[in-house]
């Protein structure tokens, strides 16, 4: 096992070779207090989309193109959240929730997934631009927490048995995000013909019972390395493969230059039309909650 002492903003990729196994760990702190002080969403919002940030780092530390990015949407209705969207390039992170006060405030302390989403769907955008590749899954938001319907995903979609586990907690220093990803790859590390997976392999049920038995405080644990909570589930393992931490950040990709050029496509009348009663066009990113004003005098 490479030794890793990575413990926060950062994503190990992890195989056990003998099961046939690969998998990721992730645990996100200072960038995840970053992305949710622009927005002050009231706590149980902050806890759900913590955990939907540090499963869009396992999901998007999976892509093998550099350039490539991942985009964790769900889309709703009838419950407390509107609209969840997540993404992740080359390690850096964002995310932002619409969601209803309102319906927030009649729900329980600790709101379900149900609760919180109502009739919703969960899509996941895997685009690769070296290959010029793009696919999409989309599943019911269903099941007791978002990683259950991560885990319901990946079998749907990919077609790979999988288990997820995330869990958030707020510190006395900010929020941490902490989250395992295994999947089972009996073919190899690429794999060959889905048809050659089975949910039954003994030893995709080996790993399955070993990383299922991590516990929420394990993941959100500062003190405990990331590599460290690898080997604690996966130490009777004659072989435990760790590659070195890919660090995370909180990255917003709003330019003030780019929307200004696009701003400027419009025709005049149309523009006049976007002005406030000041003359300025202003515009916002819901990640970053940062607004733009516009002049074109």
């Not at 609760?115 to 899954?137: C, K, M, N, S, V």
């Not at 390395?225 to 660090?247: I, K, S, Y």
Request: proline fraction near 6%; charge should be negative.
């Amino acid at each position: 096992m490479t030794p890793d002492i990575t413990n926060l903003d950062a994503a190990l990729g992890v195989t056990v070779p003998a099961r046939h196994a690969r998998g990721r760990a992730a645990r996100i702190g200072p960038s995840l207090d970053a992305i949710l002080s622009a927005h002050n969403y009231p706590a149980p919002i902050e806890r759900m989309l913590a955990e939907a940030l540090v499963l869009t780092a396992l999901l998007g530390s999976l892509l093998k193109d550099p350039g490539g990015q991942l985009t964790l949407q769900a889309q709703t209705q009838g419950g407390v959240v509107d609209l969840l969207v997540c993404d992740y390039k080359g390690g850096e992170l964002r995310g932002y929730v619409r969601h209803d006060p309102v319906k927030l405030a009649d729900a329980a302390h600790a709101p379900s997934l149900k609760t919180l989403f109502g009739e919703g769907y969960l899509a996941i955008t895997f685009d690769q631009p070296a290959t010029d590749e793009r696919y999409q899954g989309i599943v019911p938001l269903e099941g007791e927490s978002l990683a259950t319907a991560a885990q319901n995903y990946l079998a749907q979609s990919e077609q790979i048995p999988s288990i997820v586990r995330l869990a958030a907690e707020k510190k006395e220093n900010g929020w941490v995000a902490g989250g395992i990803l295994f999947q089972h790859l009996p073919e190899g590390e690429e794999g060959r013909e889905r048809l050659h997976t089975r949910l039954d392999h003994p030893d995709w049920d080996h790993v399955a019972v070993l990383a299922g038995s991590v516990r929420a405080d394990e993941l959100t644990d500062e003190s405990l390395a990331l590599d460290a909570l690898v080997w604690r589930l996966f130490h009777e393992e004659a072989e435990v493969r760790v590659l070195a931490g890919a660090p995370l950040s909180r990255g917003c990709r709003c330019d003030p230059d780019y929307v200004r050029s696009v701003i400027a496509r419009f025709p005049e009348e149309e523009r006049e039309e976007m002005k406030d009663e000041s003359g300025v066009i202003r515009v916002n990113c819901e990640f970053c909650s940062t607004s733009f004003p516009l002049s074109f005098d």
